[in-house]
């Protein structure tokens, strides 16, 4: 029997593991963090993610637990349109996103696998093309070692050297509110140089995001800057804000990698944000972690050689960091005079463009 040692238990380790193991493979995930869990954030799942949760077997658990995503497009701070989404046409044609708490999703993906299988509190500090990998306990060895380590990711050294994260110029802040009354509706709202979200979860609570322009690494940041930057913004943004607690507030700089000529080194491949890691404008991070999955899973299985997987994977990642890159640019545009020229711009573009726009995205198969 074939053995991986996975490291990282994020979407991506756990979904890697899944899809090996339902491929008669002997599987060890290496986690650093001490149990696997996530808090404080919701996550979208477009229909290529919901793809590939139903070719791991999944898909119908992951739904249960998620409400459907209809957004209705973009406004200003104001609540004024900027644009609109034909939510049916998108749905007609790629099938709806789904909107649930990473919680949930993780737990869904910890749930199927053999308990033996994770191992937590475990750090990784090295990995060679060989299939060894270094790391607090010891050492372990396989046919087959997935970096599944995110953004500053241990085992891409072996594979790419040192690659340093590009900064996208904006930080995020994520948080989960309990609001005052009941909200069904979701949308994103674009000011200069700031842009707030809002989604609801099943449990009747409601995903929150936002960001701003700001260098890396400006401190601060928590519940009293986002009402001091968004508290004024059209409802039912304020009343999420004055509904919010200190506690649940996330704040992260983003980050993407630049362009790299492989993701797969002899025995190694790279996987989710070690590989391409992306800005969160298409909603794509974690989707492009499960295709990936899928695929690694499947092409490992057939050949030993994992360049077809580099071949499949490669491609289509680093357009997707580059488009939601760009994406970003847009979004976060701050000069007065350039904001309204590209709102102007953005409410002529018909609703059946964006419907098309989306096609090299979400249509993929496994």
Partial sequence: MSKAIIVGGGIGGLAA???????????????RAGSIA????????????????DALGLGDQVRARAIEEGSAGIRDSK?????????????????????????????????????????????????????????????AKGDLVVGADGLRSVVRRAVSGDIEPRYSGYTAWRLVVTPAEPITELGESWGRGERFGFAPLSDGRVYCFACANMPAGTPGGGLAELRRRFGTWH??????????EESAVLKHDLYDLPARKTYVADRIALLGD?????????????????????????????????????????????????RSRRIGTIAQLSSPPVVALRNTALRLIPASAQANSLAPVLDWTC
């Fill in 17 to 31: 593991a899944v899809a090996l193991i339902g491929r008669g493979w002997e599987v060890e995930v290496l986690e």
């Fill in 38 to 53: 996530e808090v404080g954030a919701g996550i979208s799942l477009w229909s290529n993610a919901l793809r590939a949760l």
């Fill in 79 to 139: 609540g004024r349109w900027i644009s609109r989404v034909d939510s049916e046409a998108i749905r007609t044609r790629f099938g709806s996103p789904i909107v649930l708490h990473r919680a949930d999703l993780l737990d869904i993906l910890h749930a199927a696998l053999p308990e033996e299988v994770l191992r937590t509190g475990i750090s990784v500090t090295a990995a060679r093309t060989d299939g060894t990998v270094t790391h607090s306990a010891g050492t």
């Fill in 235 to 244: 409802d039912p943004i304020s009343a999420l804000l004055a509904a919010a």
């Fill in 274 to 322: 070690a590989a391409h890691a992306m800005t969160p404008n298409l909603g794509q991070g974690a989707c492009q972690s499960l295709e990936d999955a899928v695929i690694l899973a499947r092409v490992a299985t057939e050949d030993a050689d994992l360049t077809r997987y580099d071949q499949e994977r490669r491609p289509r990642t680093q357009m997707l960091v580059t």
